[in-house]
């Protein structure tokens, strides 16, 4: 009669301690995963925080899931968007740093992918950060470059995969490979994919940031209606996108040589 007894009174400790079921660490990614996008959109940063503590007291108990370890890098990534500045550059490059080490650790599909083309497109952007990006670029050019032509060839069709290429090729001197025109085509491709994509397995995020980089892509090729087009669709997606509000649709109105 004894061992019922114990088996009852230790039942819900062995509830409570159970390993996060990968449905549920799944449905907490997705959910941190739109929180941290909007939060990124409106330069929310308290919002920003209260969703990564959500992923990392997931990450407590199933420190190897691989929804939560890409959506923690994923906040790590636009937690730098939210250091912007000088002042805060070394605040944004700490932010890049950490979420390339949680994306690092990334393994099983569909995650894997995505994870190394976000890890590329964060290598990328370290290397315009630093006060040499050449001697940067030598150094951690070739592994961004591996890592998002890996994310190509294994996920072709990805919009997300699709939107970090054509950020390299926009952003790569052409002696490098850069290729403002192909790269404007592969941020097309991203959101053409992103409009007719239905919800799956996998990152979901990204619509409106494509948009936001097709009409860069726009402007700096001088086809500013084009671009006006684009950053009033995401608009229309996220109305609180501050980078489209308050720094890139003014851009149209400053004469063409302002910066």
């Known amino acids: 009669m004894r061992f019922p007894f114990l088996l009852f009174f230790f039942f819900p400790a062995i509830l409570f301690c159970a390993p996060t079921a990968p449905d549920t660490a799944n449905q907490i990614a997705a959910n941190a995963e739109s929180a941290i996008e909007r939060a990124g959109h409106c330069a929310d ?39 912007r500045g000088p002042k805060n550059q070394a605040a944004g490059e700490q932010c890049l740093r950490d979420a390339a080490g949680f994306l690092e650790r990334v393994k099983g599909a569909p995650w894997e992918t995505e994870a190394a083309a976000l890890r590329g497109a964060i290598l990328g952007a370290l290397i315009a950060m630093q006060k040499d990006p050449a001697q940067a670029g030598a150094t951690l050019g070739p592994e961004s470059s591996r890592l998002l032509a890996h994310a190509a060839a294994a996920a072709p069709s990805s919009p997300r995969v699709l939107l970090f290429r054509g950020q390299s090729l926009l952003f790569t001197p052409p002696e490098y490979g850069g290729d403002p025109v192909e790269g404007a085509a592969l941020l097309q ?17 990204g619509h409106a940031d494509a948009l936001a980089w097709l009409g860069f892509a726009k402007k700096q090729a001088g086809d500013l209606a084009a671009a006006r087009a684009a950053w009033q669709q995401a608009l229309a997606i996220e109305p609180n996108y501050a980078w489209i509000k308050f720094a890139l649709l003014p851009s149209l109105a400053q004469p063409p040589s302002a910066k």
């Open 189 to 205: 491709k991203a959101v053409d994919g992103l409009a007719a994509a239905t919800p799956t397995d996998g990152p979901r995020w």
């Open 45 to 83: 940063a308290p919002a920003l925080a209260h969703a990564v503590k959500s992923v990392d007291d997931a990450l407590a108990v199933t420190p190897d899931e691989p929804a939560l370890l890409y959506t923690r890098g994923y906040a790590g990534y636009v937690d730098s968007g939210l250091h």
